[in-house]
Nanobody, 122 residues
Framework: QVQLVESGGGLVQTGDSLRLSCAAS????????MGWYRQAPGRQRELVAA???????NYADSVKGRFTISRDNAKNFVYLQMSSLKPEDTAVYYC????????????????WGQGTQVTVSS
């Protein structure tokens, strides 16, 4: 029903900035809550940023002050602006959407992207 495609990942150095994009298509709605998750090999997927349909963001402590989640409703795009990147940020980043903000926070979004790799070198 909804398709999500991430882009913008790549190899950067410690301290660099990077912006991830999530393009939504299909039966999209501005009422969707959005989230960005990340997963490193051997580790569980974690929610790093979430956005309510009304535009209120929330962040994991590990990225607070460095990452910003935002959306462009006209373009059906969601962004994750990352700054002051650290090697610990290395992971596959996934975009997610759900009509329920609770489902985003609880790790049960209805829609997932395929992920984009972010690698931060020391």
């Amino acid at each position: 029903q909804v398709q999500l495609v991430e882009s913008g990942g790549g190899l950067v150095q410690t301290g660099d900035s990077l912006r991830l994009s999530c393009a939504a298509s299909g039966r999209t709605s501005t009422n969707y809550a959005m989230g960005w998750y990340r997963q490193a090999p051997g580790r569980q997927r974690e929610l790093v940023a979430a956005l309510t349909s009304g535009g209120t963001p929330n962040y994991a402590d590990s990225v607070k002050g460095r990452f910003t989640i935002s959306r462009d409703n006209a373009k059906n795009f969601v962004y994750l602006q990352m700054s002051s990147l650290k090697p610990e940020d290395t992971a596959v980043y996934y975009c997610a959407a759900d009509r329920s903000y609770f489902d985003i926070l609880s790790g049960r979004p209805n829609y997932w992207g395929q992920g984009t790799q972010v690698t931060v070198s020391s």
